[in-house]
């Protein structure tokens, strides 16, 4: 598990992106100049994305869109020309969203952390809502991206990746749609590798969610991620039963068994107390205030509904033999 190359240590940027116009631009200026190169990889975009990119001194790859996209090729082929560009030496990559802002400071301490260790192959930190308070949708974002500092199963889009350890893994799974980061993360623990989130802001993220219609297709989104890592690897066992039970088992009984009951089987109804009261505890127990921990536990409930339509959209696929599309949440922004 060698963590640096014979000209000493060496890492480039890769950013994705599709549409992210002003929020691309301040991604790219967000990189510093100790990464020795960036690449910007483009799927599509036609809000001008490109020509900012190149105009910011990114090298660019444009995705051949005749193919399906997925984020994870999207990565693959940013490292890929990374690689080709440092010469095939290359120790680490920093992995970056285009709708986020790189946190001062992050790199170093985040280099810091893979030379103390060298077992450790991903280090991410505390992504933040850049906009927490400008809707409901964007505060649960932010609470949901406040996970314990240590050792991780996971890591999110942001993070910084130790090169040897990405090639043993075999890289990000092209064909997963949502959820490649846990994908990967999976892959390199069971090669003994480690996650690890550190202390301290990684990067500010720019949700742009206004509408619930947003939020839900970015919580099918998360259901089609459970069921595809549970379908390939048996994990989030927990996740998956959870949704069924409480997105398809305890409506379908509490109603159906209504008329035989005299109605006394929609007491079931009541178990969604149960989740609202256990995820409103695990929020304060994080040290969210009542009122954002109740907002939390509110969408908990919802959110299984959600997660189980992601399911059963990933379900029908399989079954249909059609590959799934991706699941897009947000709109265009502008080049400014």
């Known amino acids: 598990m060698s963590n640096a190359s014979r000209r000493g240590d060496q890492a480039a940027a890769v950013t994705i992106g599709r549409n992210e116009g002003e929020r691309l631009r301040r991604c790219l200026e967000s990189i510093p100049r100790s990464i020795g190169r960036t690449v910007y990889v483009d799927s599509g975009s036609f809000d001008g994305s490109v020509e900012l990119a190149r105009r910011r001194g990114a090298e660019v790859v444009e995705l051949d869109m005749r193919a399906p996209f997925t984020a994870a090729r999207a990565r693959n082929a940013g490292i ?27 790199v170093e301490r985040a280099l810091s952390t893979m030379k103390a260790d060298a077992r450790v192959a991903v280090v991410c930190g505390r992504r933040r809502e850049k906009h927490r308070d400008a809707s409901t949708y964007n505060t649960l974002c ?15 889009g942001d993070a910084l990746i130790r090169m040897s350890a990405f090639r043993e893994a075999g890289g990000y799974d092209d064909a997963v749609i949502a959820g490649e980061e846990p994908e990967l993360c999976l892959r390199l623990r069971r090669h003994g590798w480690a996650v690890r989130r550190i202390e301290g802001d990684m990067t500010f993220h720019d949700a742009a969610m206004s509408r619930f219609s947003q939020w839900w297709r970015r ?28 997105g398809l088992v305890v409506p379908a009984l509490a109603l159906t068994a209504a008329p035989a009951t005299g109605g006394l089987s929609l007491g079931l109804f009541g178990l969604y107390g149960v989740v609202f009261v256990r995820a409103r505890g695990h929020r304060r127990s994080r040290g969210d205030v009542a009122r954002d921990a109740s907002l939390y536990a509110r969408y908990c409930v919802v959110a299984k509904f959600a997660h189980l339509a992601g399911m059963a959209r990933y379900v029908a696929s399989r079954a249909l033999g059609k590959r799934p599309v991706i699941i897009e949440y947000k709109q265009a922004s502008t080049v400014g």
């Open 219 to 246: 919580a099918v989104r998360a259901g089609h991620a459970y069921a595809e890592l549970y379908a390939r690897h048996r994990y989030w066992r927990r996740e998956v039963r959870s949704v069924l039970v409480f």
């Open 80 to 106: 890929a020309r990374a690689l080709e560009i440092a010469g095939g030496e290359l120790d680490f990559v920093l992995v970056l969203d285009g709708d986020c802002e790189l946190a001062s400071g992050f």
């Open 142 to 156: 932010d609470m949901e991206w406040d996970t314990p500092v240590g050792e991780a199963e996971t890591c999110g």
